[in-house]
């Protein structure tokens, strides 16, 4: 007998439909309680990013990230021509206390999203661009960093004095 040959009354498919549901109720719950998967932007610890990095004018393009008992500190560096850089940073706490740093007419840094969201945009040539900022009641705060419209290698973002860098861009950061 095959599955297509089977003919149910109205009250036996409504009743196979409800013991379906019941399984499948009980399969969702099931997978419902199961540990939650790994988070796709691993996290980076906030001890990575302690202390100012050693840097000078030779240091390599790229992104420099610590902080210190003032706060963050972000910077931007682009020995040679000029490099433009575009960060998006997100936060479940506020920016707050945003100060720019070494920046030029062109350079912008904007919060949005009710103090959430900071986007930086700068055109660095030759020497160094950056923000100084506090994150208040947030626990992390994710990074998009971007140089010259393309996603910038892990390996030209350094974080804290031993210059770290992230497993991947965009990153995560723990406060």
Avoid: C
């Avoid at 996290?43 to 790229?62: C, E, K, L």
């Avoid at 999203?113 to 100084?132: C, E, I, P, Q």
């Avoid at 208040?136 to 990074?143: A, F, N, S, V």
Wanted: proline fraction near 6%.
């Amino acid at each position: 007998m095959s599955l297509s040959s089977i003919t149910l009354s109205p009250k036996r498919l409504v009743a196979s439909l409800m013991v379906a549901s019941a399984l499948f109720g009980v399969a969702a719950t099931s997978v419902a309680a199961a540990p939650a998967a790994p988070s796709a932007t691993p996290a980076t610890p906030a001890t990575t990013t302690a202390g100012a990095p050693a840097t000078n004018d030779a240091s390599p393009v790229g992104y420099y990230l610590w902080h210190d008992d003032g706060g963050y500190h972000l910077r931007t560096h682009g020995p040679g021509a000029e490099h433009r850089s575009v960060a998006r940073l997100r936060t479940n706490g506020t920016f707050q206390d945003v100060d720019k740093a070494m920046l030029e007419k062109d350079d912008r840094v904007t919060v949005k999203d009710d103090g959430h969201v900071m986007v930086l945009r700068f055109h660095t040539y030759g020497a160094w661009d950056g923000v100084n900022f506090r994150v208040d009641g947030g626990e992390h705060m994710k990074l998009n960093l971007k140089l010259d419209g393309q996603e910038i290698s892990t390996a030209n973002i350094f974080l804290g004095s031993g210059g770290a860098h992230p497993a991947t861009d965009p990153f995560r950061i723990e406060i």
